[in-house]
């Protein structure tokens, strides 16, 4: 196969960030726009938003498992499954009272500026 020039190599990377940058601001767009409709909902609506989530992602992890998905991942994966459950979890006892706190704390704990944009610290 013959090599790239270093024309059309720098042309494919700029392209990847093009690529790149559109998917981040996408992604960062449908979170904002999401946690906007979460903050105009009562606690009801939240509560049944809530239960549906915990109920969706239940049966995705049945499903994964009883098709052996979860055992051909690898450790990290299943890790990340464990820690949303427990975060999940942590969540769904919060009072009612503390929703409110813990909704602002997600919306606040981002960085919106500089090379870790839309992480939390």
């Known amino acids: ?6 024309r059309k190599s720098q042309a494919r990377k700029a392209s990847q960030a093009s690529v790149d940058a559109r ?8 979170i904002h726009d999401i946690n906007q409709l979460l903050k105009q ?9 809530y239960q549906n989530i915990v109920q969706l992602i ?7 498992a009883s098709q052996g998905i ?8 299943t890790n990340q499954i464990m ?12 009072r009612d009272d503390q ?3 813990a ?12 090379p870790n944009e839309e992480k939390i610290p």
């Not at 979860?70 to 994966?77: C, G, I, K, R, Y």
């Open 103 to 114: 909704v602002h704390l997600f919306d606040t704990m981002w960085y919106s500026k500089g």
């Open 99 to 101: 929703l409110k706190v």
């Open 23 to 30: 998917k981040a601001t996408r992604h960062s767009k449908q």
């Open 70 to 77: 979860v055992q051909s991942t690898s450790n990290e994966t």
């Open 83 to 94: 820690l949303r459950q427990k975060l999940i979890n942590m969540v769904e006892q919060l």
């Open 58 to 64: 239940s049966q995705t992890i049945v499903q994964s």
């Open 41 to 49: 909902m009562n606690d009801g609506e939240l509560q049944l938003i």
């Open 1 to 6: 196969m013959p090599k790239l020039s270093k």
